[in-house]
């Protein structure tokens, strides 16, 4: 403790966990005294009464209000005590205090860096939707940021006090986790990770708080509110200034080598799942000869794989894709089928052509960017499955 760093807290926000909680805080302490519970409306147990021999303190909430709340009643506490990072880690005895000595070493430089811990899935009694939703929340944060992360939902992470208490969040869930990574990395705080241990108690022993329908919708709304801001045109607001990255003009001499370059962005089965989907999906829809443009558009917003997403626009080239979604917008409004199709129809019509192909678009093309997106995922998994033999 003697030779630990200045100015890095550890919290430990906690629900219910009485039987595991202290025996992690006072772990935490043998690597350096600033430690703190946050108790987020326990009912188990009186967490305050559980600490008053230890000299740790306990932050209450009355009432739960989410671990997302918890940590950032815990980021505003490590600022007023003018903390430089604070590392969160859970109080139900899942993670392994000891690896706080793996995050010492990045802190060290007092860098506006997030330190997040990689979980070992190669344990015994790992829940599967931990493995699925492990990879799914990293493929969106890859989308939301370019960033590669290996585990963007492990709780075990270091803050950076002063420049995440500056971050506008509204996450205060488990989605809290989502949000907070990916406004750090628009506002340019870097990233780094250390390998972590794990414990899982078998299923019959397992206490979690995680509410599998509630939290899931909360994670699938902040994913679709993260899309949203990143594909406006706007800048994020930047606490720290990005490292340029030089245009090389090798690139437009060269076709072959930028289109293998192009090929290999997000190509992974889901990337290019959702890359092909999204071509389908916008080029359902009546934009004009501006297809292209759009769809190159939303890839570089968001890291998607640009070829895909160009190719797969050609599912919906006129006239077959066009037509079926204009009969749809036709029969949403008028209960009936357009059963004369023309080049007065299709052409000079075209302003209330243009509204009916918008209405049935928004069926048409959802449906077939689903179909697209399936095959290209299993053909894309069963390639790179043949390819790994």
Same mark, same amino acid.
């Given at each position: 403790?003697?030779?630990?760093?200045?100015?890095?807290?550890?919290?430990?926000?906690?629900?219910?966990?009485?039987?595991?909680?202290?025996?992690?805080?006072?772990?935490?302490?043998?690597?350096?005294?600033?430690?703190?519970?946050?108790?987020?409306?326990?009912?188990?147990?009186?967490?305050?009464?559980?600490?008053?021999?230890?000299?740790?303190?306990?932050?209450?909430?009355?009432?739960?209000?989410?671990?997302?709340?918890?940590?950032?009643?815990?980021?505003?506490?490590?600022?007023?005590?003018?903390?430089?990072?604070?590392?969160?880690?859970?109080?139900?005895?899942?993670?392994?205090?000891?690896?706080?000595?793996?995050?010492?070493?990045?802190?060290?430089?007092?860098?506006?860096?997030?330190?997040?811990?990689?979980?070992?899935?190669?344990?015994?009694?790992?829940?599967?939707?931990?493995?699925?939703?492990?990879?799914?929340?990293?493929?969106?944060?890859?989308?939301?940021?370019?960033?590669?992360?290996?585990?963007?939902?492990?709780?075990?992470?270091?803050?950076?006090?002063?420049?995440?208490?500056?971050?506008?969040?509204?996450?205060?869930?488990?989605?809290?986790?989502?949000?907070?990574?990916?406004?750090?990395?628009?506002?340019?705080?870097?990233?780094?990770?250390?390998?972590?241990?794990?414990w899982y108690p078998p299923q019959n022993e397992?206490?979690?708080?995680?509410?599998?329908?509630?939290? /899931?919708?909360?994670?699938?709304?902040?994913?679709?509110?993260?899309?949203?801001?990143?594909?406006?045109?706007?800048?994020?607001?930047?606490?720290?200034?990005?490292?340029?990255?030089?245009?090389?003009?090798?690139?437009?001499?060269?076709?072959?080598?930028?289109?293998?370059?192009?090929?290999?962005?997000?190509?992974?089965?889901?990337?290019?799942?959702?890359?092909?989907?999204?071509?389908?999906?916008?080029?359902?829809?009546?934009?004009?000869?501006?297809?292209?443009?759009?769809?190159?558009?939303?890839?570089?917003?968001?890291?998607? /794989?640009?070829?895909?997403?160009?190719?797969?626009?050609?599912?919906?080239?006129?006239?077959?894709?066009?037509?079926?979604?204009?009969?749809?917008?036709?029969?949403?409004?008028?209960?009936?089928?357009?059963?004369?199709?023309?080049?007065?129809?299709?052409?000079?019509?075209l302003p209330l052509r243009a509204y009916e192909?918008?209405?049935?678009?928004?069926?048409?093309?959802?449906?077939?960017?689903?179909?697209?997106?399936?095959?290209?995922?299993?053909?894309?998994?069963?390639?790179?499955?043949?390819?790994?033999?």
């Amino acid at each position: 403790m003697q030779n630990s760093p200045k100015k890095i807290f550890c919290c430990l926000p906690v629900f219910n966990n009485k039987n595991t909680v202290k025996d992690v805080a006072l772990a935490c302490r043998k690597y350096f005294p600033d430690v703190f519970v946050v108790d987020d409306g326990s009912t188990d147990c009186d967490v305050k009464a559980l600490f008053c021999d230890t000299g740790i303190e306990v932050l209450q909430h009355k009432k739960n209000q989410g671990k997302g709340r918890a940590i950032t009643t815990a980021l505003a506490y490590a600022h007023t005590q003018r903390a430089a990072y604070l590392i969160t880690i859970d109080a139900d005895g899942q993670h392994e205090p000891s690896d706080i000595e793996k995050f010492l070493p990045l802190l060290q430089k007092g860098e506006p860096v997030i330190v997040v811990g990689k979980r070992d899935f190669n344990v015994p009694n790992v829940p599967g939707r931990s493995k699925f939703g492990r990879d799914f929340s990293n493929f969106w944060f890859k989308v939301e940021t370019g960033y590669d992360l290996s585990d963007s939902q492990s709780g075990f992470r270091a803050y950076p006090v002063e420049y995440i208490h500056r971050l506008h969040l509204t996450g205060f869930y488990y989605d809290f986790e989502a949000e907070v990574l990916a406004k750090a990395a628009w506002s340019g705080i870097k990233f780094k990770e250390v390998p972590i241990k794990v414990w899982y108690p078998p299923q019959n022993e397992r206490v979690t708080n995680f509410r599998p329908v509630t939290d /899931n919708l909360r994670f699938t709304l902040m994913h679709i509110r993260l899309i949203a801001r990143r594909l406006l045109p706007l800048p994020h607001k930047r606490f720290v200034e990005p490292t340029q990255e030089k245009f090389d003009i090798k690139e437009i001499r060269q076709p072959m080598e930028l289109l293998r370059k192009l090929l290999k962005e997000n190509a992974t089965p889901l990337g290019l799942a959702v890359s092909g989907a999204m071509g389908v999906f916008i080029g359902a829809l009546p934009l004009f000869s501006t297809h292209t443009i759009v769809i190159v558009y939303v890839a570089v917003r968001l890291h998607l /794989n640009k070829v895909m997403a160009l190719v797969t626009q050609n599912v919906c080239m006129p006239p077959v894709v066009p037509i079926l979604c204009i009969e749809l917008g036709h029969y949403a409004l008028n209960k009936k089928l357009l059963t004369q199709f023309s080049f007065q129809t299709a052409f000079k019509e075209l302003p209330l052509r243009a509204y009916e192909w918008f209405l049935g678009s928004l069926v048409i093309g959802p449906l077939l960017a689903i179909i697209c997106g399936a095959a290209i995922y299993y053909a894309a998994a069963a390639m790179r499955k043949q390819y790994e033999k």
